[in-house]
């Protein structure tokens, strides 16, 4: 199963994202995470061998320890599908954040103070919305009610396994 979680900057998702995470391992679920940015980044430090590897130009750099890896892989258009499938099928779920654009169920988390509209209208697969200000005509959550959030999750986990 996989769930996103969408909203604008500055919205509070990824503190939402790790509560929710935190009660659902708590649980004994096995979460995946991706987080989309538009921003170029860098996981590893300046210096250090597999930078090194990545930067003298290899298409795709990885590095392991005894309990856990990291990939950095150039020049696809990665979806979340895509990622999903290729390295976090072991998981119960997958939480992401961000892809709005994809076509999997979504939650929005939208505070007022934003003072923007909320995506929910004109976004597809948006199921429900977390917030600081109560919404009537879609799914609503308190932001500061990730418990209630992790049930509902659990309740979509429970439907689609149904089928």
Known sequence: MVIS????????KTTLI????????????KIG???????NFEIDRP????YRHFHSGAYASMIVSN?????????EDFTSKDLIERYLSDCHMVIVEGFKDDETTK?????KELNKEPLYKKLKNVVAVASDVKFTDIKFFDINSPED??????????????Y
């Open 33 to 39: 995470t991706i987080k989309h940015t538009h921003h």
């Open 149 to 162: 959030i992790a049930k509902f999750i659990i309740s979509l986990l429970n439907e689609e396994k149904n």
């Open 5 to 12: 979680f969408v909203g604008y900057s500055g919205s509070g």
């Open 18 to 29: 790790e509560k929710i995470i935190n009660i659902l391992v708590s649980k004994g679920y």
């Open 67 to 75: 309990d856990k890896f990291a990939l950095i892989k150039r020049g």
């Open 107 to 111: 939650i929005e988390v939208y505070r």
């Open 47 to 50: 210096g250090k061998d597999s």
